[in-house]
């Protein structure tokens, strides 16, 4: 591939179209990448966590792995843009949203990495604090009224410091954690099963009764939800495939990573749960507290674990897109490693001890809201390339002001007005669901538009931009 002629403040190392010599990750990079993100604590809360919203377990785990089904078809067409032209998932953006229209999606993607970075951080601290704990620290849990205790502050602080090595040292470095990890957190995995299942009877591990709710279990909304939760990668996934070898090891690696074991993990996460109330006669829903709760040896290398799982998430899911997306702000000023710092740094600001206090604002408001944002997105990008274009880019003209990709003073309004007409309808439902607004002052259509917000916002999105899009010449 030929350099491209550029604009330095478009263009710098990191944002260049990959090379043949940098293209090394194989399926079996791929499916580690996936396994090392998705054993993770929000994973394993996942299904557990739809009990208390009127789910049974054997629902919840279907509805984990359909919605996982549905998120891997845009995560691979967008990943194949990845392997066949080495973008990453900013500079793809320009393409559709203009060379300086692309900011916009790049800061929303970064933003909620931000947030999810901190999500992890916050569940490394627990982690943390568990195993200090169980070898003899003695340190203390939140008071009444608190959402975190100080010490749990402190191992907070102390668990983002780690990911700063990482983004120092490049996406190579977080491949090599990923194949090292992904084993022993399967094994860790499989040794909390067996542990439940012999302490256990399967008769009463598996007899939970899902929760009775006004209404009933809110099906759409659920699967809105967890579609989210992966939507952030369905974006930005072009950042790992730009350094597959061929689409087949992206397809391949992420089809065999990623539906089956989001649904095996939330399975471990509802069998971690009923154990933790048959057995303590308190039901943990973060497997911190479980383990916490054995006080063994054993528990304290499964607190290691978490903490190591944790980690694989954090810097592959919440720092390598952000780095990408804050450098596509200023290519000539910020590097790949300086905008990952500026995301940690970001990261600190968010309080996710507060967003995780009750599973609805997890499940609905967390998941469900940047799912909205980001399915619009994903729509837009989706159509440009593949029934705009058809898979035809001037790379070029990515790097460069003045190119086909200029539209109008560098944004596409066109790519703006289908974001907002995708995702400006699904905002009331948003502000009642997060409790800004009254259910009763909202009309009950626009609340129901909300449980279908990724779906809404990617369909809306993609029908306006392809009405309104400008046919590239032949």
């Known amino acids: 591939m030929s350099s491209p002629r550029s604009d330095s403040s478009l263009i710098n190392d990191d944002l260049r179209p990959t090379t043949n010599i940098q293209r090394t990750w194989r399926i079996r990079d791929f499916t580690a990448l996936w396994i090392g993100m998705v054993v993770c604590v929000p994973t394993y809360t996942m299904a557990s966590s739809m009990l208390d919203q009127g789910f049974t377990w054997q629902m919840a785990i279907w509805l984990v792995f359909l919605a996982n089904c549905i998120v891997l078809v845009p995560m691979i067409m967008l990943g194949r843009t990845g392997t066949r032209h080495g973008l990453p998932f900013p500079v793809l953006a320009r393409a559709s949203f203009g060379v300086k229209g692309a900011n916009l999606p790049a800061i929303l993607r970064g933003l909620v990495a931000c947030g999810w970075f901190s999500i992890n951080c916050y569940f490394g601290a627990l982690a943390l604090h568990g195993f200090l704990n169980v070898v003899g620290m003695g340190l203390a849990g939140p008071g009444d009224g608190e959402f ?80 989210g939760f992966w939507a952030t990668l369905a974006l930005n996934v072009p950042d790992f495939t730009r350094f597959a070898k061929s689409n087949r090891d992206q397809v391949i690696g992420q089809a065999v990573g990623l539906p089956i074991p989001m649904a095996l993990f939330s399975m471990v996460g509802v069998i971690g749960f009923s154990a933790s109330q048959i057995l303590y006669g308190k039901a943990q829903l973060f497997p911190d507290g479980l383990l916490t709760q054995m006080g063994t040896f054993a528990s304290a290398l499964g607190l290691l674990v978490i903490l190591l799982a944790n980690l694989t998430t954090n810097v592959a899911a919440n720092l390598v897109s952000p780095s990408y997306d804050f450098s596509n702000i200023a290519p000539d000023k910020i590097s790949f490693r300086t905008g990952g710092l500026i995301a940690a740094v970001i990261g600190l600001l968010f309080m996710p001890w507060k967003l995780l206090a009750t599973s609805g604002g997890y499940l609905f408001t967390w998941l469900g809201g940047y799912g909205t944002l980001l399915g619009a997105i994903a729509g837009i990008l989706l159509t440009d390339y593949y029934l705009i274009r058809k898979g035809n880019l001037e790379v070029d003209d990515l790097y460069r002001r003045h190119g086909a990709y200029e539209y109008s003073g560098g944004w596409n309004v066109h790519a703006l007005i289908a974001f907002a007409l995708g995702v400006l309808p699904c905002l009331p439902g948003y502000l009642v669901v997060s409790g800004v607004l009254d259910r009763a002052s909202v009309p009950a259509g626009l609340v129901s538009l909300f449980d279908f917000g990724w779906f809404f916002s990617l369909f809306v999105a993609g029908a306006y931009y392809y009405a309104t899009a400008k046919r590239p010449s032949k």
């Open 148 to 227: 975190i205790s100080t010490s749990q502050l402190v191992c907070f602080y102390l668990f983002w410091a780690v990911h700063i090595y990482f983004i120092w040292n490049g996406v190579e470095s977080i491949r090599k954690l990923e194949v090292f990890a992904a084993p022993l957190m399967l094994a860790a995995s499989v040794a909390l099963v067996v542990w439940a299942v012999t302490q256990v009877p399967a008769g009463q591990l598996f007899d939970l009764p899902a929760k009775v709710v006004e209404g009933g279990p809110k099906t759409w909304a659920a699967l809105t939800g967890l579609v």
